[in-house]
């Protein structure tokens, strides 16, 4: 069946590092992929989206390039602020589907 | 109203009770979701609606959930019997319908079975 698998957290960073959060995925045809995040005492949100090969979702300064090839949706950021402490979903749901399924997450810690 | 709400936000209850979790999705949202979040884990889904209907209900841990939903609106989850395995947040998730893949989640209602 459909699945995601995304890197196990804790992700810790110092301010203004790089970050990547691996998202690969398995899927049937050509899944749309997405990243949500949960900031603490919030619901989940969208973050950015990619709905066909070779887009690029981008939002907030987070961006993620959907790779056929290598079956992945990493997300990448130039410089993480404290205030991107949370933790991220990668998502996807099959063209024609209805059912949304989500990797595992990866918790994110940013020190000042 | 603006947001998917969900109520109780927190539930504390004996193992062997009922419980009944409630979501008002996001008004014009045809398509419904309920997940469960447990401690460390990722979003498990539960059920989906469109309108009133559930088309798949292959989430449902047990015969000891169920759920509804009713005017195309408001969704009641109901738990019979609580077992302190069904200690986790369940979200809830609305969108403008079945296959756009965009969620809008309320902030859960964390459950805790004692």
């Known amino acids: 069946g459909d699945s995601v698998t995304q890197m196990e957290g804790p992700v810790t960073l110092s301010e203004e590092a790089f970050l990547t959060i691996n998202c690969t995925y398995t899927?049937?045809?050509?899944?749309?992929l997405f990243w949500y995040v949960q900031y603490p005492g919030e619901g989940l949100q969208l973050l950015l989206k990619a709905t066909k090969a070779d887009d690029k979702g981008s939002n907030k300064g987070f961006e993620a390039t959907y790779r056929k090839e290598t079956t992945s949706f990493h997300l990448e950021k130039g410089s993480v602020q404290v205030s991107d402490s949370a933790v991220y979903f990668c998502a996807l749901i099959r063209a024609g589907g209805f059912k949304t399924i989500f990797g595992a997450g990866t918790r994110l810690f940013v020190k000042a | 109203g603006a947001g998917v709400s969900q109520s109780p936000s927190n539930k504390v209850t004996e193992k062997g009770k009922d419980v009944e979790l409630r979501c008002d999705p996001i008004s014009g949202h045809t398509a419904l979701y309920w997940y469960r979040q447990s401690l460390g884990q990722g979003l498990e889904f539960l059920i989906y609606?469109?309108?009133?209907?559930?088309?798949?209900k292959s989430g449902l841990p047990s015969d000891r959930f169920s759920a509804e939903r009713t005017g195309g609106s408001v969704s009641t989850l109901t738990i019979q019997r609580t077992q302190q395995e069904d200690s986790a947040v369940y979200l809830c998730a609305s969108s403008r319908g079945g296959d756009t893949g965009e969620l809008f989640f309320g902030e859960g209602s964390r459950l805790t079975v004692l």
């Open positions: 899927a049937t045809g050509y899944p749309s």
């Open positions: 609606f469109q309108g009133n209907s559930a088309p798949d």
